[in-house]
């Protein structure tokens, strides 16, 4: 399945320290489709209580090697908690795949939700950079324009170091920084006016 990318695609939505939704407060959401009907993406800066070898093992796929077992498996957000989502480069060589990034984009980035992926990373075939995550985010038709109005969230363009190297504890502060913002200096984060 391929997917046009869309407006908001492609972005981070950064959590303002006042964001009080305990789904989101403190994160970083990449947005992977964005149109009239609402917005899907996928928190990548909180771990889940699996390890990649733990899902693994539950999807009955043996191999990795000891560093990809021992990745963690991300919380991708409360919609569909049951469901994985692979968020990787490398292209769309999988059975259910859709491009975040436009064919111009200078880092592709792609959301697959079938098993074949999975299957391949366990063999050493996998793409070279990919988060697994469970469940994602979502947002109903206007609801994400209207939280951005509402000054909830940031954004700020995505890049691979932010998403596939920098530690989970650091994408929150490192995402606003991107864009020129320190949350140190806001009242609400640092304890003080």
Known sequence: MSVTPTPLANQLLIALPALAD????????LICQHDADGAMGIVVNRAS??????VLGQMGLDGGDESLRARPVLAGGPVHPERGFVLH???MHWDSTMAITGPDA????YLTTSRDILE?????????????????????SGQLEHELTENDWLTAPADAELLFEL?????WQAAAGRIGVD???LA????HA
Do not use: K
């Open 22 to 29: 305990s789904n989101f407060a403190r994160s970083v959401a």
């Open 49 to 54: 209580e699996y390890t990649l070898g733990e």
């Open 89 to 91: 480069d490398g292209g």
């Open 106 to 109: 200078p880092e592709q980035l």
């Open 120 to 140: 391949a990373m366990a063999r050493g075939e996998g793409p070279h950079n990919a988060i697994v995550a469970l469940g994602c985010a979502g947002w109903g």
């Open 167 to 171: 530690p989970l504890d650091a994408r």
């Open 183 to 185: 949350f140190a200096y």
């Open 188 to 191: 609400d984060y640092a304890g």
